[in-house]
């Protein structure tokens, strides 16, 4: 069966994900209240997070979202999710450009990224031509150029829709959420929109860009109050820390894009972010390769989820590309979701089932499962070592993590070196 890639926080997770997934919602009251106030007992909320296999909801909603915007999508040759009409030319010469429009092809937009010296290019399909078809002949025509299509990407975890009857609130996560430097720690952030004033980020530093106007998603408030969360008895792997979120998507049904998600490393690079979660995951792409390849160059450790396609599937990216820190999930067991991609890639497990997280509207914390939910732990549990870009630090930010999970030297691909913020899972079932 071929895997496919769809933009879903663009739409499906602004309610039509929730349908999709059909996940039981928790019923948590808005507020952290009193313990006593469940309606239920502890074992049977506990029990109904246990979220079903997430691999079915791409397959069962790309069909439908390209054939309801085949105005600004289109499928590549492949299958995967493309803008309509866009080819991408990553810091093409002049040579390449001009082959470009000798190919009938325009500049739609460029962008700069002065601090790591490239540019990315968007050229137009002129009307009528076909993408692949003139992808094809750009390629031949400049063969030691970059190209390729503007390809859509996704988020990697369900948040459970908001069909509640019942209250409670999460428990606390045992141990300390906030170590030494959090006060001049920063983690960024490439998602949907982030919900600023969810009760556990009202009281966060939150810098935020990409669109005219605030656009609060599911799943990026899930993934930032995972981040920098802080409400009562709920904390994230670093509440105190200064969040640079980025939304690629602002409702925009062509949102997500692979120009998007440079655009936005561009950004935190300018802003010498040097911890960055992105829980996308897509195809390859050879813009998207070569602006992580200058982001970690440059210095950035770049945290990604390895995406729930199963562990026969092919692999994820940017999780996959070299030097990415592919974060994998585990449930309360400490076992591997059964959907989680398996591999080289992966390099640490975290936390990403049976666990909560904040979401916009009511209630206000929901379940949550998928490699989405268990990379921020990751990246707020590197950001306090690597406060500014710098290759060795990030090294040696990455091997004292490593040690942390494990021995420092024996690496899976199930869980990389081992299971780290065990201890950052705000789970349901500690429930009284």
């Not at 209240?33 to 691999?55: C, F, K, S, T, V």
């Not at 995972?226 to 670093?238: E, I």
């Not at 200064?242 to 409702?251: E, F, G, M, N, S």
Request: hydrophobic letters at 45%.
């Amino acid at each position: 069966m071929k895997h496919l890639y769809i933009p879903l926080l663009a739409l499906a997770f602004c309610g039509g994900a929730s349908a999709q997934l059909r996940l039981p919602s928790l019923g948590l009251s808005p507020s952290l209240g009193p313990l006593d106030n469940l309606r239920r007992p502890a074992q049977q909320l506990a029990d109904r997070i246990d979220l079903p296999d997430l691999r079915a909801l791409r397959l069962d909603t790309v069909g439908r979202l390209l054939r309801e915007h085949p105005d600004v999508l289109e499928a590549d040759p492949r299958g995967e999710p493309i803008v309509r009409a866009e080819i991408l030319a990553w810091s093409p010469s002049a040579a390449g450009l001009d082959a470009a429009r000798a190919a009938g092809l325009r500049v739609l937009r460029e962008e700069r990224f002065e601090e790591l010296g490239q540019n990315l290019v968007v050229l137009g399909v002129p009307a009528g031509g076909l993408t692949a078809a003139l992808l094809e002949r750009l390629r031949a025509l400049d063969p030691e150029g970059h190209y390729d299509f503007n390809h859509v990407y996704t988020g990697s975890g369900g948040v459970a829709p908001a069909q509640a009857s019942g209250q409670g609130a999460p428990a606390s996560a045992t141990g300390s959420a906030a170590g030494a430097g959090v006060a001049n720690a920063r983690v960024g952030l490439v998602d949907s929109g982030v919900d600023g004033g969810h009760p556990a980020l009202r009281g966060a530093t939150i810098r935020s860009w990409g669109c005219d106007a605030p656009h609060p998603d599911a799943h990026g408030t899930a993934v930032a109050a995972l981040m920098v969360g802080r409400d009562g008895r709920f904390h994230g792997a670093l509440p105190g820390a200064q969040l640079y979120a980025a939304d690629i998507y602002c409702a925009n049904p062509a949102g997500g894009s692979a120009a998007q998600i440079a655009a936005a490393l561009g950004w935190l690079a300018r802003e010498q972010v040097a911890v960055i979660n992105l829980s996308l995951v897509g195809p390859p792409n050879q813009a998207l390769e070569r602006i992580v390849a200058a982001m970690l160059a440059r210095g950035h450790l770049l945290v990604a989820a390895v995406g729930n396609d199963g562990p026969a599937a092919p692999p994820l990216y940017p999780a996959s590309y070299p030097g990415v820190v592919g974060v994998t999930a585990v449930d309360r067991r400490n076992q591997p979701l059964p959907e989680a991609a398996r591999g080289p890639q992966v390099q640490f497990a975290a936390p990403g089932n049976n666990m909560v997280s904040a979401s916009p509207g009511e209630p206000s914390y929901r379940a949550v499962r998928g490699t989405s939910f268990a990379a921020p732990l990751v990246a707020g549990l590197l950001a306090p070592a690597l406060t500014r870009p710098d290759r060795v630090r990030a090294r040696e930010a990455l091997a004292a993590l490593a040690r942390q999970a494990g021995d420092g030297t024996t690496v899976s691909n199930t869980l990389g070196y081992g299971i780290v913020g065990a201890d950052l899972r705000i789970d349901p079932a500690r429930l009284r």
